[in-house]
């Protein structure tokens, strides 16, 4: 099935620095979520984004939702050891797709005491 | 309940077994999905519910795969005459409503193994 395009697939980083990921698609979105996913567990809602140009702050967490509504970014500043885990991208469409999520092929996060 | 809770957690299948896998979406919400994640991807649109009336049934892979919600609450995805290919984990959401701006919970997954 089609998939956004997710990247970067891994990134191995040192505690403290900041981090940036981001995710294309070729249709337009209406929304944009960023979830992470533990081990062993469902995706967490991070980031919800619902207007093009959004920039919109969790904590250390920030996204955007681009101005083409077909690309979005997630930046986590000053990495802690429990940011480990796989993030993912997943877009909504309008229309009768309302209901559906497109996700990313995810990035690994692997953060280094 | 608190969050969406799904059973059982692991399923181990032998080829061409039927298995089904319970999805109880928290309290309340309209909606549910359900999601295919194979190992190493994002998790893949399967079908969704508003109540008890399926809306979109479009990611369901093959006849071989059914899902229902019969009283708008609990749901069940069953899979019939399972394959190898099926192996994956199945992730149920729910969510107050579709149009929900507080995205979908996720519970934790059935892990699907078939041998």
């Known amino acids: 099935g089609q998939q956004l395009n997710q990247s970067p697939q891994s990134m191995f980083i040192q505690e403290g620095e900041d981090v940036s990921m981001n995710c294309t698609s070729s249709?337009?979105?209406?929304?944009w979520l960023w979830y992470k996913q533990d081990p062993g567990e469902g995706p967490v809602l991070l980031i919800a984004l619902y207007k093009a140009g959004e920039l919109t702050s969790n904590g250390r967490l920030t996204a955007q939702f681009g101005i083409t509504r077909k690309d979005s970014f997630l930046n986590i500043s000053a990495s802690i050891p429990s940011d480990v885990g796989i993030y993912f991208c997943?877009?909504?469409?309008?229309?009768?797709?309302?209901?559906?999520?497109?996700f990313g092929q995810g990035t690994i996060l692997t953060v280094h005491p | 309940g608190a969050g969406v809770s799904q059973s059982p957690r692991y399923k181990v299948a032998k080829r061409g077994q039927d298995v089904a896998l319970r999805c109880d979406p928290i309290s309340g919400h309209v909606s549910l999905f359900w999601y295919q994640q194979a190992l190493g991807q994002g998790p893949e649109f399967l079908t969704y519910f508003q109540n008890e009336a399926q809306l979109d049934k479009s990611g369901l892979p093959s006849d071989r795969f059914f899902a229902e919600r019969p009283e708008g609450s609990v749901s069940t995805l069953k899979i019939q005459r399972t394959q190898q290919e099926d192996s994956a984990v199945y992730l149920c959401?729910?969510?107050?409503?579709?149009?929900?701006?507080?995205?979908?919970?996720f519970g934790s997954g059935t892990r699907l193994t078939v041998v």
């Open positions: 997943a877009g909504r469409a309008g229309g009768t797709s309302y209901g559906k999520l497109t």
């Open positions: 959401a729910s969510s107050p409503s579709l149009t929900s701006n507080y995205g979908y919970t």
């Open positions: 249709s337009i979105f209406n929304t």
